[in-house]
């Protein structure tokens, strides 16, 4: 089927809002006050133009189907989607898509955040990966690396800050990986 990467990309971000949207309800983070900053957009306005280009990009290219990059960026993106997903229920309440604590937040420690301080984020690099991919899209590439680069840039600014403001981050550095196990 020709169109499988668009109407996957465009099931893929569907499912991705509306899971994390319905976590957060779960969680009560919906309910949380707010405090947008630059990093939250340097992430996902090229994020969403990540999603938007490469399903411009297949449809108007008129591309054979790859099976091997379909399935490989396929697989990524939906492994970064569950571990998103996995992620909000596991940080629950404390979670915010800002840089920011709720009043009673407390260091989570437990399921990937064992080994990861920032799984998340993790996830979201496994479908910056997996999206330019499945749509065999070199404008979603490139879209990608703008989000990739606005994501490490949060991550250092969300370390630098929960080292200052939660009690315990600055040792749990010590026993974690950053964002890739074994790498950073």
Not at 34 to 57: H, Q, S
Request: charged share 15%.
């Amino acid at each position: 089927m020709k169109q499988l990467p668009v109407i996957f990309a465009a099931l893929l971000l569907l499912v991705q809002g509306l899971a994390e949207l319905a976590a957060m309800w779960r969680t009560g983070a919906l309910r949380r006050r707010r405090t947008p900053e630059w990093t939250f957009r340097a992430v996902n306005l090229p994020y969403r133009l990540m999603f938007v280009c490469g399903i411009v990009e297949w449809y108007y290219r008129g591309e054979t189907l790859r099976a091997e990059l379909f399935a490989t960026g396929a697989a990524l993106a939906s492994a970064g989607v569950l571990l998103r997903v996995i992620c909000h229920f596991q940080l629950g309440y404390h979670f915010s898509p800002y840089v920011d604590l709720a009043e009673t937040h407390q260091l989570t420690e437990q399921g990937f955040y064992r080994v990861v301080r920032h799984p998340m984020y993790l996830g979201t690099l496994l479908i910056l990966i997996g999206v330019p991919l499945l749509t065999a899209s070199w404008w979603a590439a490139g879209f990608a690396v703008i989000s990739a680069a606005g994501l490490l840039a949060r991550v250092v600014k969300e370390e630098r800050f929960l080292s200052q403001n939660l009690p315990g981050y600055e040792e749990y550095t010590h026993r974690t990986w950053r964002l890739v196990p074994w790498i950073w």
